[in-house]
């Protein structure tokens, strides 16, 4: 997508929707990450007004508030931990955009942004991303895990596409299925 479609995309979002300290709009992936995490702390994102995509289903199915509430602790460009050696070349080195963990440390939900840009750990599985994203909730005790993909609504196909075949390459013992949410007007 041309850099005109991206700064189309940033401009549509409401202007509500600031950097709480300057009052500045987003104007890239990272800083969108950033106002979401902000707002969220500040209570200001209503979860069950997003909604969600889950594979096979022609419309939004859920809201996000099935995934993430209000009370959520939220971390931006949190580390994945992992043990020494295969885990640390799978996810060791990755930093989903944000996390979403229940007080209690029983759901947590993996948020990856993204407005235009290839995944910066391969796209297609098994060796994707996404796929790793999902593996490194495998291994996690919570009892609800989730991964969440948001982008804009006209590239949604392309991310959509890359989101379910890393769900149906990963055996998944996720509790729910990855979801995919779009901001902005539609193409």
């Not at 969220?40 to 099935?66: F, K, M, N, T």
């Not at 098994?126 to 895990?145: I, M, T, V």
Request: glycine letters at 4%; proline letters at 7%.
């Amino acid at each position: 997508m041309p850099r005109e479609e991206i700064d189309g995309f940033l401009k549509s979002i409401p202007s509500r929707f600031t950097d709480p300290l300057t009052d500045i709009h987003p104007s890239s992936e990272r800083e969108l990450s950033a106002v979401l995490a902000a707002k969220h702390q500040l209570r200001q994102v209503r979860w069950d007004a997003v909604r969600l995509w889950s594979r096979d289903a022609p419309e939004p199915d859920e809201c996000a508030s099935s995934v993430i509430e209000v009370g959520d602790l939220v971390f931006c460009e949190y580390p994945l931990f992992a043990n020494a050696g295969m885990e640390v070349d799978r996810w060791g080195a990755m930093a989903p955009d944000l996390i979403f963990l229940s007080t209690d440390m029983q759901r947590l939900t993996l948020v990856e942004c993204k407005l235009d840009s290839h995944f910066t750990h391969a796209d297609m599985p098994p060796d994707g991303q996404l796929s790793r994203y999902l593996e490194f909730l495998c291994h996690l005790p919570a009892n609800k895990r989730n991964l969440l993909l948001i982008c804009p609504d006209c590239n949604r196909d392309w991310y959509a596409k890359r989101l379910w075949a890393a769900a149906a390459k990963r055996k998944l013992s996720v509790n729910r299925r990855p979801s995919l949410t779009t901001f902005g007007v539609q193409s």
